[in-house]
């Protein structure tokens, strides 16, 4: 199996061969600028933005997927999907950095999350990526925040 095949089944492949944590379409991939951050413990923060007239789905748990450790980012549940009963935004996602190894000069923080919503009455369900480019540096931040905006 090539390299971009086994990244495919990750959920990480090409925009074009990548769904989403439920298989979904809409999908959106997210690619923010890259970030520097620190050595040491700091948060990932999920930012959701929606529309005028549009709601979460009330009771409606949020399905999470992190994948920070290539990225030199440790999380108890690395890669496994969690389900968030009635989150609330900014979900905050602790992290500490790797030891070791150390963390690469650069790498991909890679964050999955599927929510649903109403729009007129009617249940949604976007599946969204992040894919954060992290490199590390005593000057850097100590956590990094991601946003997504829902369309009208």
Not at 40 to 59: S, Y
Not at 94 to 106: F, G, I, L, M, Q
Not at 112 to 119: A, E, G, P
């Amino acid at each position: 199996m090539s390299e971009p095949e086994k990244y495919v089944a990750a959920g990480v492949g090409s925009p074009a061969q990548t769904v989403g944590l439920h298989g979904l379409v809409p999908f959106d991939i997210v690619q923010p600028p890259a970030v520097m951050l620190r050595p040491g413990r700091g948060i990932v923060r999920l930012h959701l933005e929606l529309p005028v007239g549009i709601q979460a789905q009330p009771g409606a748990p949020l399905a999470c997927r992190v994948r920070g450790w290539s990225a030199g980012l440790v999380w108890p549940d690395d890669g496994r999907i969690r389900h968030l009963a009635e989150p609330r935004f900014p979900v905050e996602l602790p992290y500490v950095s790797r030891t070791n190894p150390e963390p690469p000069e650069v790498g991909e923080l890679v964050v999955d999350i599927s929510f649903r919503y109403l729009r007129e009455g009617v249940v949604g369900i976007q599946d969204v990526q992040w894919r954060q480019r992290i490199t590390w540096g005593a000057s850097g931040a100590s956590g990094v925040d991601l946003h997504y905006t829902l369309p009208g």
